[in-house]
């Protein structure tokens, strides 16, 4: 190796040096919502860097093509990072973990397809790596799908376990033929692909909707784990350390999530729970019992403490402004206000705490489910914003219920229950809330940024 060569291997190196340090850092800075904002940046950077060293890897052609891309790429990701709205940002999580997902299947399809390998332990790597990446990207699609409802219903039939295991078994006996150079014909590779991306469609049709954010956090760590796979097949340390890193992340927050629920991903994935097609589920005795603005608006100007409880439905409405303009009023007022945050409320992780960040709320008021549950037998008003199952007695009492054993917030045990709703029907799960039939509850119906602009003005008129 001459001195130029040397010089540009060493750069090479250190460059991926830093981008490890950017990565772990940045990853480190997105777990405080005070610091995420420079995480993602510091991350960011670091992707910078490893994409610019890559040019400098001997043998690169196709400069054109690979600017395109970054480019088109680029414009596309500006264009629905600024379009897309806060109720819709988990579809698209999942829809460019797919393409995470997808790139790495793609690398591994080439690879395999040349067949140049340099040997077998590269070949079962890069046929690993391809079968995760397939099922990440046909499994991601169909999230994507019934987040957005493109799909209204989970389609199931007996014996579906068995077929996927089939599938699976199929894969992997094509996978292995294939790394092992039995038959790494053109046409078996196709199969071994059609078969991994069917696996990931038939895995992911029959999870409920309500399901969807443990099984994009899945899907996530399974990308992150195609691209490190591959990495070590194109041995590219980049590719290696972002893997890494994004596939444990992922895997750290699907088992949190998986807790949080008091579920097992086992469950998760195969007991077809969270259909959000399906018809609500556990008959609950009492009545709804409506109330109206002006009689929440004094309940909360003389309260001493008020618990917000946040949920889809205040993503829905867009609605965080105005209740954060409520919240400074009645801490004007001498009222205590805080904010209590479920780990699944929402629609994917950390839907809450971004929403609540966006609208300028202090992140000291904000607190987790084991933080706050102990003060809401101190609350004279929790105030329920869209949230259901998060809030739902019966994972406390009622075995038979689907949610029973979840962790809840105790929203029940506040002096008073205000219920902001925009209708009656049950919540995202399809399991009605008891919560809302209570003797303490009050259902306060409408959209809750109209609601919360309602609440203003009465706690105004209070004086």
């Not at 990853?27 to 420079?38: D, E, F, G, N, Q």
């Not at 099922?135 to 957005?148: E, N, R, T």
């Not at 099984?215 to 990308?223: D, G, H, M, P, Q």
Request: charged share 10%; hydrophobic share 50%; with cysteine.
């Amino acid at each position: 190796m001459d001195a130029s060569a040397l010089s540009r291997e060493t750069l090479i190196q250190a460059s991926y040096f830093v981008t490890a340090a950017l990565f772990i850092l940045g990853l480190k800075r997105m777990s405080s919502p005070v610091t995420a904002r420079s995480g993602i940046l510091w991350a960011g950077s670091g992707m910078l860097v490893a994409t610019v060293v890559s040019f400098l890897y001997p043998g690169m052609t196709n400069y054109d093509l690979i600017l395109a891309a970054i480019v088109v790429g680029g414009a596309l990701a500006w264009w629905s990072g600024k379009r897309v709205a806060m109720t819709d940002m988990p579809q698209m999580i999942a829809l460019y973990n797919g393409m995470g997902g997808g790139a790495a299947a793609a690398i591994a399809a080439v690879e395999l397809y040349r067949g140049e390998s340099s040997g077998y332990a590269t070949s079962t790597l890069a046929v690993v790596g391809g079968i995760i990446g397939s099922v990440s990207f046909s499994g991601s699609a169909i999230a994507f799908g019934k987040l957005q409802g493109l799909i209204t219903k989970s389609i199931r039939f007996s014996g579906q376990q068995i077929f996927n295991l089939l599938l699976l078994a199929a894969a992997l006996i094509l996978g292995g033929m294939v790394a092992f150079g039995l038959a790494a014909t053109p046409p078996v590779i196709t199969a071994f692909f059609a078969l991994a991306l069917l696996l990931g469609l038939t895995m992911t049709l029959p999870i409920g909707g309500a399901d969807m954010p443990v099984v994009i956090s899945l899907y996530n760590a399974l990308t992150g784990l195609a691209v490190a796979f591959e990495g070590f097949v194109l041995n590219n340390a980049a590719m290696i350390i972002a893997g890494t890193v994004v596939g444990s992340a992922g895997t750290l927050l699907t088992q949190l999530m998986a807790k949080a629920m008091n579920r097992s991903l086992g469950n998760v994935l195969f007991s077809g729970f969270g259909d959000t097609g399906g018809a609500a589920t556990g008959e609950v005795t009492g009545s709804l019992k409506p109330i109206e603005a002006s009689d929440v608006g004094v309940m909360m100007a003389f309260a001493s403490k008020v618990i917000v409880v946040p949920g889809y439905g205040m993503a829905v409405a867009q609605a965080q402004h105005k209740i954060w303009e409520l919240c400074q009023l009645l801490l004007d007022r001498g009222v205590t206000v805080k904010f209590a945050i479920h780990p699944v409320a929402g629609r994917m992780p950390g839907h809450m705490n971004v929403l609540l960040a966006e609208a300028g709320v202090p992140y000291d008021l904000i607190s987790d489910l084991d933080e706050i549950n102990s003060e809401f037998e101190t609350a004279d008003v929790a105030l329920i914003i869209g949230a259901n199952d998060v809030v739902n007695p019966v994972a406390r009492n009622d075995k038979s219920s689907p949610i029973y054993g979840m962790p809840i917030l105790n929203a029940d045990k506040a002096k008073n229950v205000i219920v902001i709703k925009r209708g009656k029907g049950a919540g995202f799960s399809g399991i009605e809330n008891a919560l809302f039939y209570l003797d303490n509850t009050r259902m306060l119906y409408g959209d809750a940024q109209k609601a919360g602009a309602e609440l203003i003005q009465a706690i105004k008129a209070v004086g």
